[in-house]
C-alpha cells in the first residue's frame, strides 16, 4: 500500500527540527535526524513530496552513481563536497535500496537506476521517516523566518519553532514542478553570500540567423566527443528544433557560457578519417562517404556548410586537412540555453565559503542549514546530485 506523503499526525509546533523542503535532500536529512530521536517536522509547499525525484531518469530516477567524487562536481569552492561525500556514499544508499527490496541495474557510466518506477524511491524515504516518527506537510506556504533563541516560522499551517532550521528548497530549475527562489531569499536574509546563479545541464540553443540548415536534423542522435573550458565529455549529441541537447552537450553546458565558440568532435571514432578517403576518391562523394557513419541527412547538411562542394578526386591536400579540423572541431552556432525551465540543476547557490563542510550549517547562524541543489555544489548529469543531496541531507542530519 503506497505511503501518503502528508501523513495525517499531530502537528508539532515546537520540533527540534524544521526541514524546509521535501526532496531529495530534505527527507535524507528528516530520516537522518529522526534516527537520533530528534522531533522533526518537514514543510513542503508542493501539494506532494519528491515531484524532481518523481521525474528523474525518465521516470526510473538515477539515483546515484558509483564512480561519485569531488571531481564530478562544479563549485566555488571544489574541496566542499568532499566531506559529505566520504561520509555518505553511493554504496551506502544502495544499502538502503536494497534494504527496501527495491530492484536496480547500471545503466552505463556507473549509474544506478530503478528496475520500475522512481516512486520506489520515494516511498523507501517515506517509509524511513514514518518509521521514526517525522512529520511531513504538503501545500505549506513559509510567510516569514525569525531568529531569536528558536528559529520563528509563520506559515499558512500556523506558527512553528524550533531549534534548528534546516534550508532544502532546491533551486530555479523545473519552475513547473514549483521551484522558487524562497532559499537564496532566506540566505540573504541571514546575510549569506550567495554565488552567481545560471541553469546546467541545459540544452543549448542556435543563433536564429544561422539554425535555419540545422531544423531538418531535429531528432536526429550521433556519438560526439566535446572538449571546451578543460573538460573532455564523449557521449550522445541530439538534435533539437532550436538547437542540441543529449549527455553531452547537457554535460558540457555546464561549463560553457554565452557567446563561447563550441566546437565540437563528430566523428571521435574515426580520428584519421581523410585515411578512409583514399579509397574512395575516385568512386564517390563525401556525403555517401560520410553516410556510412552518419544519418544521410546530417552528411548532406554538414558537406553544404564545411566542405567543398565538388567531387572527392578533386579534394587538395588542403581541402583533406581543413575536412580534418572541421570533423574533429566543428564549429556549431550556439548563442544561449533553453534556461531554467529545460534546465536539471541550478548552477551556483548558497556560497560554501559561509558554511561548514563537516555540517552543512551557517557559520554565523547557530542551528541554521543549507542543502543540496541552493547550495554552490553541482554535480555532472548522471546520478552526481542525488548523491550530493543523499550526502548533504545526511550530514546535516547528523548534526541538526
Not at 532544502?168 to 524562497?182: I, Q, R, V
Not at 554538414?302 to 591536400?317: G, I, T
Request: proline residues 6%; charged residues 20%; hydrophobic residues 40%.
Amino acid at each position: 500500500m503506497p505511503i501518503s506523503p502528508c501523513r495525517v499526525t499531530p502537528l508539532l509546533v515546537n520540533p527540534d527540527v524544521i526541514i524546509l523542503g521535501g526532496g531529495a535532500a530534505g527527507l535524507m536529512c528528516a530520516l537522518t535526524a529522526g534516527r537520533r530521536g530528534r522531533r522533526v517536522v518537514v514543510l513542503e509547499h508542493n501539494e506532494r513530496v519528491g515531484k524532481k525525484i518523481a521525474i528523474s531518469g525518465g521516470g526510473r530516477c538515477n539515483f546515484t552513481n558509483l564512480h561519485t567524487g569531488p571531481e564530478n562536481f562544479l563549485s566555488a569552492n571544489p574541496a566542499f563536497c568532499r566531506s559529505a561525500l566520504a561520509r555518505f556514499t553511493p554504496l551506502d544508499f544502495l544499502a538502503l535500496v536494497e534494504g527496501h527490496g527495491i530492484s536496480y541495474h547500471e545503466k552505463t557510466l556507473g549509474q544506478q537506476f530503478c528496475n520500475q518506477s522512481s516512486r520506489a524511491i520515494i516511498e523507501m524515504l517515506l517509509a524511513e521517516c514514518e518509521a521514526v516518527g517525522v512529520t511531513i506537510r504538503c501545500g505549506c506556504r513559509v510567510e516569514s523566518v525569525e531568529k531569536s533563541e528558536r528559529f520563528r516560522l509563520t506559515t499558512s499551517l500556523g506558527e512553528f519553532t524550533s531549534a534548528s532550521l534546516v534550508v532544502a528548497t532546491g533551486g530555479l530549475s523545473f519552475p513547473k514542478l514549483g521551484a522558487t527562489d524562497f532559499g537564496y531569499r532566506l540566505a540573504r536574509q541571514f546575510d549569506l553570500r550567495l554565488t552567481s546563479l545560471r541553469p546546467g545541464l541545459v540544452p543549448l540553443t542556435f543563433d536564429s540567423a544561422t539554425q535555419a540548415p540545422y531544423t531538418e536534423l531535429s531528432g536526429l542522435s550521433l556519438p560526439v566527443r566535446i572538449h571546451h573550458n578543460g573538460k573532455t565529455f564523449q557521449e550522445a549529441l541530439l538534435f533539437t528544433h532550436r538547437g542540441i541537447s543529449g549527455p553531452a552537450i547537457l554535460q558540457i553546458s555546464s561549463y560553457w557560457r554565452e557567446n563561447e565558440p563550441l566546437r565540437i568532435d563528430l566523428l571521435p571514432s574515426h580520428p584519421k578519417f581523410t585515411e578512409i578517403l583514399v579509397d574512395h576518391k575516385t568512386k564517390t562523394s563525401l556525403p555517401a562517404v560520410l553516410a556510412h557513419h552518419w544519418p544521410r541527412r546530417l552528411a548532406d547538411v554538414w558537406c553544404q556548410l564545411h566542405a567543398p562542394s565538388k567531387p572527392l578526386s578533386h579534394f587538395s591536400k588542403r581541402d583533406l586537412a581543413a575536412l580534418e579540423r572541421n570533423l574533429h572541431s566543428c564549429p556549431l552556432p550556439v548563442s544561449g540555453t533553453e534556461g531554467y525551465p529545460k534546465a536539471e540543476v541550478t548552477l551556483g547557490g548558497v556560497d560554501t565559503s559561509d558554511l561548514s563542510s563537516k555540517t552543512m550549517q551557517a557559520r554565523q547562524i547557530n542551528g541554521l542549514f543549507f542543502i543540496g541543489e541552493v547550495v554552490d555544489v553541482t554535480g555532472w548529469l548522471g546520478g552526481y546530485n542525488f548523491q550530493w543531496a543523499w550526502a548533504s541531507g545526511h550530514a546535516a542530519g547528523l548534526a541538526a
